[in-house]
């Protein structure tokens, strides 16, 4: 096992998934790819909070994941992964979750089987379902 993938969201489930992840990556001795994947936007009344406090999206939006994504590794570490990478992107998160796997040839996606969107994974599907179907490499859902 070379990449592990580790998609974090800022969950309780993520944090879990990542201390798996990690626990695999060291047993395996392989490379551990934190991901955030972010929403592309804020909502208007987000937008409007932003606003008033004088903040770009754009600026908020990394700052939310650089945070989520520090925790994450932290957890890493703490578990004993020591070849730890980071990564942000926006967008549908099973689908870029599955484009990042394919374009670092990763050998497992770890993913928490609920994570923040709970209402959304009701009507449109979770995340972790979507992956198991879709991606090009194994995919581990923790509890």
């Given amino acids: 096992m070379t990449i592990l993938i580790s998609a974090n969201d800022g969950s309780e489930g993520a944090e879990r998934?990542?201390?798996?992840?990690?626990?695999?990556?060291?047993?395996?001795?392989?490379?551990?790819?934190?991901?955030?994947?972010?929403?592309?936007n804020f909502s208007q009344k987000g937008l409007v909070f932003l606003h008033h406090v004088q903040v770009t999206e754009g600026s908020a939006l990394e700052?939310?994941?650089?945070?989520?994504?520090?925790?994450?590794?932290?957890?890493?570490?703490?578990?004993?992964?020591?070849?730890?990478?980071?990564?942000?992107?926006?967008g549908d998160p099973a689908k870029m979750l599955?484009?990042?796997a394919r374009s670092e040839h990763?050998?497992?996606i770890v993913v928490g089987r609920r994570g923040l969107g709970k209402l959304e994974g009701l009507l449109l599907g979770s995340v972790s379902q979507k992956l198991?179907?879709?991606?090009?490499?194994?995919?581990?859902?923790?509890p």
Avoid at 17 to 40: G, T
Avoid at 64 to 82: E, F, P, Q, T, Y
Wanted: charge should be positive.
């Fill in 106 to 108: 990763a050998d497992a």
């Fill in 98 to 100: 599955i484009e990042i």
């Fill in 63 to 90: 700052e939310i994941s650089r945070r989520i994504l520090a925790k994450a590794k932290a957890v890493a570490r703490d578990h004993g992964a020591v070849k730890i990478e980071t990564m942000s992107a926006a």
């Fill in 17 to 40: 998934a990542a201390a798996f992840a990690a626990d695999v990556a060291k047993a395996f001795n392989a490379k551990l790819l934190i991901v955030h994947v972010s929403a592309e």
């Fill in 132 to 142: 198991s179907c879709l991606a090009p490499c194994a995919v581990m859902v923790t």
